[in-house]
C-alpha cells in the first residue's frame, strides 16, 4: 500500500558528503515515523536515524553529529545529509514509514560506497 522510493546512495571518498532522499506515496500524516536503516557486510541491519510525526530525531551514536535527517512535508519525502562520511559508513541504506496503524514498510534500499 504504501511505497517509499529512496534514491542518492552511490560511490563517495572518505570525509566526502551524500543526501539520500525518501518519497512516501501517503501523507505525512498518515505516518508515525520515518527514517534509515543500515547493514553493512556481515553485519546486522541497524537504525541510523529516525524522525517522528511530531519532528523528534533519533541517531545512532556513531552518526551524530555528521548525519542530519530532515523532512519536506508538502513533498512526503524524509532526506539523510550525511557528512564527514567514513568506510565503516559504507553499506545498504533502507527507508522505511511506520504508518498510524503501526504497520511497517521499508524501501529497497539504496548502496552507500565510501572509499578511503
Known amino acids: 500500500q504504501v511505497q517509499l522510493v529512496e534514491s542518492g546512495g552511490g560511490l563517495v571518498q572518505a570525509g566526502g558528503s551524500l543526501r539520500l532522499s525518501c518519497r512516501a506515496s501517503?501523507?505525512?500524516?498518515?505516518?508515525?515515523?520515518m527514517g534509515w536503516y543500515r547493514q553493512a557486510p556481515g553485519k546486522a541491519r541497524e537504525l541510523v536515524a529516525a524522525?517522528?510525526?511530531?519532528?523528534?530525531?533519533n541517531y545512532a551514536d556513531s552518526v551524530k553529529g555528521r548525519f542530519t535527517i530532515s523532512r519536506d512535508n508538502a513533498k512526503n519525502t524524509v532526506y539523510l545529509q550525511m557528512n564527514s562520511l567514513k568506510p565503516e559508513d559504507t553499506a545498504v541504506y533502507y527507508c522505511?514509514?511506520?504508518?498510524?496503524?503501526?504497520?511497517?514498510?521499508w524501501g529497497k534500499g539504496t548502496l552507500v560506497t565510501v572509499s578511503s
Open positions: 501517503v501523507s505525512f500524516f498518515s505516518i508515525n515515523a
Open positions: 524522525i517522528t510525526n511530531g519532528g523528534n530525531t
Open positions: 522505511y514509514a511506520k504508518v498510524v496503524t503501526r504497520t511497517d514498510y
